[in-house]
Every structure is written in structure tokens, then in C-alpha cells.
């Protein structure tokens, strides 16, 4: 895996893909900037060298070209406080104003292109406009983890004008932590799958049941497995297209030697609201009208004790509505878990969004071992999937 670290910069010219799709409120204002502050240590080292940076991504979903909502010029002043020095902003990623920019940068520099989706080019992978990018780097950099499972033309086929390619240092942090809870785990590894539906983790949950000493099941998903079981659940999320995966999840388990653990009880409410009326419940005979929205207080003492004892953990999906105060709980008192394993000595890796969110908003993310930036990279990356944004570097 060749990195920045394999390349002495001076005197050339990064083409950096940075991933600073950040949230942003109504006023245009950075709402969370972890992404971006995960992209400067890579960036900082190739200023470091004495070469130039050309910073180029996507913000958002345009639908017909260029929008003020969408523009990166947002993030250029924050950018700038980051990197402590000035950063400028092309009109455009391509065409010549971007092309003169780039070529006129000196040692230290660094300039950030407008937004790729301006170009109906980018998603398609257009060969022609990520020729026309790689005019504007010396050398390709790709540090966007989050969307390496797309080949787009500044994630994949840009590098196919380049004879240096490298990957900038979150790229290489990912496969590195990802590699730790795939191919070299400590026993026993315990994986925590949650969120809202069984039909978007089904092959994961399928490769992590080949890797894994203990599966806990939470989210909304719960109750696809508990009415798969014979279970009451209520109102709670189900979905019955996959009750025969559910049931198919849990033989294999059993052939395999997994624990798969479902909750045994939750917290329900009568409404779908933090202000509703909550009682705790058996998990699998939730009143009628009721919905189950967290974990109960069995299961998450259960979850913790199991947590704490591992020695590898993945954690991707949180245990109930964590965005409501009053189900928060179940998430919150597995993140501390992990954080107690952690401290002992296990390596933890937390992915996928809601989980990444569940963390930050619950602070811990510095207890853990690693916090992944990708989403949907991530699940395809530990589906077995090959990723072109990966495959592109390495080819």
C-alpha cells in the first residue's frame, strides 16, 4: 500500500480528493467539521515537503449545475483556520481560470476547486473530465474514503493519468483499522450491528458471522429478528420481506457457533416521540399501538458485560432512536462499554453514520480505537466488496 509517506513532495503538486461533503445549516455554516479536520494531517505533510495542494470534492447533491447552496466557497475561511494559511477557490474544477490557478501555486500553497457535482461528468466517471483534472496535479492523492465505493471520475478513473498515486493518510488509517476487524482480530471479537433495517446489513451480518465469536443484534432491526421468533412487537419497525433472512441469520449462527444476541427487552412508547408516554417491556411482547425504541435495561447490562470481554469490536448502527433523549440509553451505555474494552486493551473500530453520529454526539469519540469515515464504504468494504476508489490506487 503506497502512501503520502512513500513520496517527497517538494517541488510538485498534489491533486488531493478530500471528502468535505459537510453538513451545513441554513446560513450556510459548518455544522461539523470532522471531516475536514481528518483531511489535514495529509494535507499538512505535503505543504510540510514544500509542494502545493490542489484540493478538490463534492458538497452535497446538485441537480442541474452550479448551486450557491452547494458551492465550496463555504469552506474556505474555516479551511483556512485549519491549515493555518490562505486558501483559494477556482470558479470551477475544470476550464482554464482553474487550470491557470493551479499552475501559478508556489511551495505552501494550496487551492480548493469548486464543487465536482457542478459536472454531470463526475458521477458518470466521464474519462474526458478527469483527464482534464489530472492536468491540474503532478501527483494523485486520494484521501476520501467515504467514497471509494464509487467510480467517479475524481475517485477512480482520474488515476489513470498519473504514474504517482498514492493514498493520503486517512485512506491508509481506514484499510489499516478495517484490516484489524477482518483479517487480524484478537478473540473474541464481538461485532454490534444495529440501525433501522436487517435488508441493508444482510451481507455483512452473512461475512461477520465467518469472523466473529458474538453478534449483537439492536436498532430497529431487533424486531425483525423477534418476529421472525414468534415475537409480539407491536407497532415497531419490521420488515416481513425478511423474516425468512432473519430466520436464515440465526441457523447460521448457530451452525457456525456464533452468539447471536437479541435483546430480551426494550424500552416502548406510544408514540413516536420523546415526549410520549415510555415503558420498559419484554422485547417480544410490546403492547398493541406500542413501539419498541430502545434497548431495555436487561439487555444493555447483558450487551455491556459481553462488550467489555472482547478483544475486537465493531460497532456499526446505534441500539435505538438515540436522536430523542428518552432512547438513548441503549446507544449511549454501549458506547461506554466500548470505551471500557478500549481502555483494557481491545481494539475497537466504530463505522457506518448513525453510529459515527451516535459517538460524537455522545463524546467518546477519543475512547474508542478508530472512528471510520466512510458510510456505505465502509459496509461494502467489509461485505468483501473490492472498491474502485481503493483498486484504482492499487492497480
Avoid at 115 to 132: I, P, V
Avoid at 247 to 263: E, F, S, W, Y
Amino acid at each position: 500500500m503506497k502512501t503520502i509517506d512513500d513520496i517527497q513532495f517538494r517541488g510538485k503538486r498534489a491533486l488531493i480528493r478530500v471528502d468535505f461533503n459537510v453538513p451545513l445549516n441554513s446560513q450556510q455554516q459548518i455544522t461539523d467539521d470532522s471531516r475536514m479536520r481528518a483531511a489535514v494531517p495529509t494535507i499538512k505533510k505535503i505543504l510540510d515537503d514544500q509542494g502545493s495542494v490542489v484540493l478538490m470534492s463534492h458538497l452535497g447533491r446538485p441537480k442541474e449545475g452550479p448551486e450557491d447552496k452547494f458551492s465550496l466557497r463555504h469552506l474556505t475561511e474555516h479551511l483556512g483556520k485549519l491549515l493555518d494559511t490562505q486558501v483559494n477557490i477556482a470558479p470551477d474544477c475544470v476550464g482554464e481560470e482553474a487550470k491557470e490557478m493551479a499552475d501559478s501555486l508556489g511551495a505552501g500553497e494550496v487551492l480548493l476547486l469548486e464543487n465536482l457535482r457542478f459536472h454531470k461528468e463526475e458521477t458518470k466517471g466521464d474519462e474526458a473530465f478527469a483527464r482534464e483534472l489530472s492536468t491540474l496535479g503532478d501527483v494523485y492523492v486520494n484521501d476520501a474514503f467515504g467514497t471509494a465505493h464509487r467510480a467517479h471520475a475524481s475517485t477512480t478513473i482520474v488515476a489513470r493519468f498519473f504514474e504517482e498515486k498514492v493514498f493520503g493518510y486517512i485512506m491508509a488509517n481506514e484499510l489499516k483499522s478495517i484490516d484489524k476487524v477482518l483479517n487480524d482480530t484478537k478473540k473474541p471479537y464481538v461485532a454490534i450491528i444495529g440501525g433501522a433495517k436487517v435488508s441493508t446489513k444482510i451481507d455483512i451480518i452473512e461475512n461477520l458471522l465467518e469472523k466473529a465469536d458474538a453478534l449483537i443484534i439492536g436498532g430497529g432491526m431487533m424486531f425483525t429478528f423477534i418476529k421472525a421468533r414468534g415475537g409480539k412487537i407491536g407497532n415497531s419497525m419490521c420488515e416481513d420481506d425478511y423474516l425468512e433472512t432473519a430466520r436464515n441469520i440465526m441457523a447460521a449462527a448457530r451452525d457456525k457457533g456464533v452468539k447471536l444476541h437479541v435483546p430480551a427487552d426494550a424500552i416502548a412508547a406510544d408514540a413516536f416521540q420523546n415526549d410520549a408516554e415510555i415503558k420498559e417491556t419484554q422485547a417480544d411482547n410490546i403492547p398493541d399501538e406500542w413501539l419498541g425504541l430502545d434497548i431495555g435495561p436487561e439487555s444493555i447490562e447483558k450487551f455491556a458485560t459481553i462488550i467489555e470481554g472482547a478483544k475486537t469490536i465493531l460497532w456499526n448502527g446505534p441500539m435505538g432512536v438515540f436522536e430523542m433523549e428518552n432512547f438513548a440509553k441503549g446507544t449511549k451505555k454501549v458506547a461506554e462499554a466500548i470505551a471500557k474494552a478500549t481502555e483494557k486493551g481491545a481494539f475497537s473500530l466504530v463505522g457506518g453514520g448513525d453510529s459515527v453520529a451516535a459517538i460524537n454526539q455522545i463524546g467518546m469519540a477519543d475512547k474508542v480505537s478508530y472512528v471510520s469515515t466512510g458510510g456505505g464504504a465502509l459496509l461494502e468494504y467489509m461485505e468483501g466488496k473490492k472498491l474502485p476508489g481503493i483498486e484504482a490506487i492499487m492497480e
